[in-house]
């Protein structure tokens, strides 16, 4: 892991702290600087450039007769040469091999800025033959624009905001057609003014949106964020498995519904923005139609193909490509008008597909093996091992510029290259059914942490559906290793509280530097957990993460009691959901939980809260004080952003 010299970030102005991926993009632009060598056209090309991220530079047709050094040149001025970069004089850091295939890749930290404005910076290389030093050649010139590290700013103020599944919402007489509210972030945290309710059809800032709203679509039982389109403000996908498509003539084959962001937040289509877009099997993606495939139960986004938009994986775990259930992933990719059909990608399952397999249960993206693409990791919790059933699996697809290059596959009761992965399997165990993203050792590397809610715990007697998180870290170069992976139960040392039937301990997950100390910590959502004899209260463990990963000094746990909010109730299901974004004016990631089974106004409508971990005071909201109206079976805070609304099937 190369990192910027203290020098360097003090020359910048930057601190040197890390946090999790954002889903903005950035576009790279191609200056005219530079000559061409002597030995060849160097050419420098860069991705992934944001706050607390790796920036990977990468130089090819250098072609030395002799290895080589590539020095990196850094600079925020507009004369990328090196009289007036960054380049320490004495820091092998900075000097890469090149070697004579001619290629060569560097990997930089950009420290995380809060708060920040934006920083452009420009990039230059020069390629230094050691037996030729008269052969020196200096690459083109490159330069892109960086932000601070905010996910889900629809509108482009620096401040996340939040989108909250509602899947069964009724519309009109459409039982459970679905629905999404929005609340949008500032300097105090969530506020309600401005705040959205997109229901298919309906009038969203002066344009109406397309489709219409129909009983069982579930519209918002799966939501992802990203900038699709490059333009600065991150854009929504909405899954609806329940989508009869099209026309209602294929039942359950499902949609996936996307809203782009603007200045005003979320938006129709014309005149304010850019229209929104419906995605479906036969009508920009790969079809027919297929019934009760459930396309939409699972959405993620990032930039896989390292062109600067944002990308979006769906997931259609009950479709059958050549067995009954055994599911496929769809790609589609970004580019400056937003989400497009062409060249978009159908995945199946790489290694040894089974029957109800249900690839794509799950979605998360993470750089896992440095190479400045995102990849995609794919639970299919209902993997069978041998004749033990449904104890699940993750399969890890390494992307590049033109898709998958490579495949893992990684279960309990296996090993990455002799370094076994910690647990033992065994039936129903549903390893990824819950998946999050981040990097807990703050290595510049992704790590992946899998959810194992109904793992039973054998302390000297069984303990079923206890629950359980898999940790594995990234490395660059080979992606996700067992070396130092860890299994986290409520009964690991130092965990708060004791594992018990049925807690679920792993059903929901999210990653974010909670304590602004540049190792990303991780949320644990207990929605079975049971307090003072009342069933399925729900409770979230977080854990912190250090130079050596995860770790249980200062766990905590969190219910609605202990937040002061609210008070527990009988099925609230607390922490069913999760997510993390940095809300208000502080640099934390503030946490979201989604309580379903929460009554308002004397209905099992849902909620959520909001917990800011620095200066605002928590508070709960549902859609008495946004927009709808509670009632029973909402399932409002059901769906957050990367953690849908999925009860076992």
């Keep these: 892991m190369l990192r910027i010299p203290a020098a360097l970030a003090l020359?910048?102005?930057?601190?040197?702290?890390?946090?999790?991926?954002?889903?903005?993009?950035?576009?790279?632009?191609?200056?005219?600087?530079?000559?061409?060598?002597?030995?060849?056209?160097?050419?420098l090309t860069g991705t992934n450039l944001q706050y607390g991220r790796p920036l990977v530079l990468t130089l090819t047709n250098a072609r030395p007769a002799s290895p080589a050094f590539f020095v990196v040149g850094l600079s925020a001025g507009n004369t990328p040469v090196f009289g007036s970069t960054f380049v320490p004089s004495n820091d092998a850091s900075l000097f890469v091999p090149v070697g004579t295939g001619g290629t060569a890749r560097l990997r930089l930290v950009i420290p995380d800025l809060c708060p920040a404005v934006p920083l452009t910076l420009y990039?230059?290389?020069?390629?230094?033959?050691?037996?030729?030093?008269?052969?020196?050649?200096?690459?083109n010139a490159i330069r892109a624009t960086i932000r601070d590290n905010v996910p889900s700013d629809f509108n482009g103020d620096g401040y996340s905001d939040l989108a909250i599944?509602?899947?069964?919402?009724?519309?009109n007489s459409n039982v459970d057609a679905g629905a999404v509210?929005?609340?949008?972030?500032?300097?105090?945290?969530?506020?309600?003014?401005?705040?959205?309710?997109?229901?298919?059809?309906?009038?969203?800032?002066?344009?109406?949106?397309?489709?219409?709203?129909?009983?069982?679509?579930?519209?918002?039982?799966?939501?992802?964020?990203?900038?699709?389109?490059?333009?600065?403000?991150?854009?929504?996908?909405?899954?609806?498995?329940?989508?009869?498509?099209?026309?209602?003539?294929?039942?359950?084959?499902?949609?996936?519904?996307?809203?782009?962001?603007s200045a005003v937040g979320l938006q129709g289509g014309q005149p304010v923005g850019r229209e929104d877009q419906v995605f479906r099997m036969g009508a920009g993606l790969p079809g027919p139609a297929q019934a009760f495939s459930y396309l939409g139960k699972s959405l993620c986004a990032g930039d896989f193909n390292g062109d600067g938009f944002d990308d979006l994986a769906v997931g259609a775990p009950f479709y059958d490509e050549t067995l009954f259930n055994d599911g496929v992933v769809f790609v589609l990719f970004g580019s400056a008008t937003g989400l497009v059909s062409s060249g978009n990608l159908k995945i199946t399952e790489p290694l040894n597909p089974e029957s109800d397999d249900r690839f794509?249960?799950?979605?998360?993206?993470?750089?896992?093996?440095?190479?400045?693409?995102?990849?995609?990791?794919?639970?299919?919790?209902?993997?069978?091992?041998?004749?033990?059933?449904?104890?699940?699996a993750v399969s890890v697809l390494y992307m590049g510029p033109t898709g998958v290059v490579s495949t893992r596959d990684i279960h309990m009761n296996t090993a990455i290259s002799g370094v076994p992965i910690e647990g033992t399997a065994t039936a129903f165990d549903?390893?990824?059914?819950?998946?999050?993203?981040?990097?807990?050792?703050?290595?510049?590397?992704?790590?992946?942490?899998?959810?194992?809610?109904?793992?039973?715990?054998?302390?000297?007697?069984?303990?079923?559906?206890?629950?359980?998180?898999?940790?594995?870290?990234?490395?660059?170069?080979?992606?996700?290793?067992?070396?130092?992976?860890?299994?986290?139960?409520?009964?690991?040392?130092?965990?708060?509280?004791?594992?018990?039937?049925?807690?679920?301990?792993?059903?929901?997950?999210?990653?974010?530097?909670?304590?602004?100390?540049?190792?990303?910590?991780?949320?644990?959502?207990?929605?079975?957990?049971?307090?003072?004899?009342?069933?399925?209260?729900?409770?979230?463990?977080?854990?912190?993460?250090?130079?050596?990963?995860?770790?249980?000094?200062?766990?905590?746990?969190?219910?609605?009691?202990?937040?002061?909010?609210?008070?527990?109730?009988?099925?609230?299901?607390?922490?069913f959901a999760l997510w993390c974004g940095r809300i208000d004016g502080d640099c934390g990631f503030d946490l979201v939980f989604g309580i379903p089974g929460e009554t308002v106004n004397g209905n099992d409508a849902g909620a959520v809260e909001v917990f800011y971990w620095f200066n605002s005071p928590t508070a709960e909201w549902s859609q008495a004080p946004l927009s709808g109206a509670p009632q029973n079976g909402d399932r409002f805070g059901g769906a957050l952003a990367g953690s849908p609304d999925q009860e076992p099937w």
């Design 181 to 261: 509210n929005v609340a949008y972030g500032g300097p105090t945290g969530i506020t309600n003014a401005g705040a959205e309710l997109i229901r298919e059809g309906e009038m969203l800032n002066g344009s109406a949106l397309l489709g219409t709203a129909e009983a069982d679509d579930a519209f918002g039982s799966a939501i992802a964020t990203g900038d699709f389109d490059g333009d600065g403000y991150d854009d929504l996908a909405i899954g609806a498995y329940g989508e009869d498509t099209p026309n209602g003539s294929v039942l359950d084959s499902g949609k996936v519904h996307i809203v782009y962001g």
């Design 11 to 43: 020359g910048l102005g930057l601190s040197l702290a890390t946090a999790p991926l954002s889903a903005q993009s950035v576009q790279w632009t191609t200056l005219g600087f530079g000559t061409a060598g002597q030995t060849g056209l160097p050419l």
């Design 123 to 139: 990039a230059q290389c020069l390629i230094v033959d050691a037996a030729n030093p008269t052969g020196a050649a200096l690459s």
């Design 165 to 171: 599944g509602v899947a069964g919402e009724d519309v």
């Design 360 to 392: 794509g249960w799950e979605l998360e993206a993470g750089d896992w093996n440095g190479d400045g693409f995102c990849d995609i990791a794919v639970g299919r919790p209902y993997e069978d091992l041998g004749t033990a059933q449904d104890t699940g």
């Design 430 to 575: 549903l390893y990824g059914f819950a998946l999050a993203n981040g990097d807990f050792n703050g290595d510049g590397t992704d790590d992946l942490a899998i959810g194992i809610p109904y793992y039973d715990i054998d302390l000297p007697s069984l303990i079923s559906a206890a629950g359980g998180v898999n940790v594995l870290h990234g490395a660059v170069d080979f992606g996700l290793v067992a070396t130092g992976n860890q299994l986290w139960t409520q009964d690991s040392t130092g965990v708060q509280d004791s594992a018990a039937l049925g807690d679920t301990f792993g059903y929901a997950l999210t990653a974010g530097d909670f304590d602004y100390d540049g190792f990303c910590d991780l949320a644990i959502g207990v929605p079975g957990e049971n307090f003072g004899g009342v069933n399925d209260t729900g409770a979230v463990n977080v854990l912190y993460g250090s130079g050596a990963g995860i770790t249980a000094t200062l766990d905590q746990l969190w219910q609605q009691n202990s937040l002061g909010v609210n008070s527990n109730g009988a099925d609230d299901a607390f922490g």
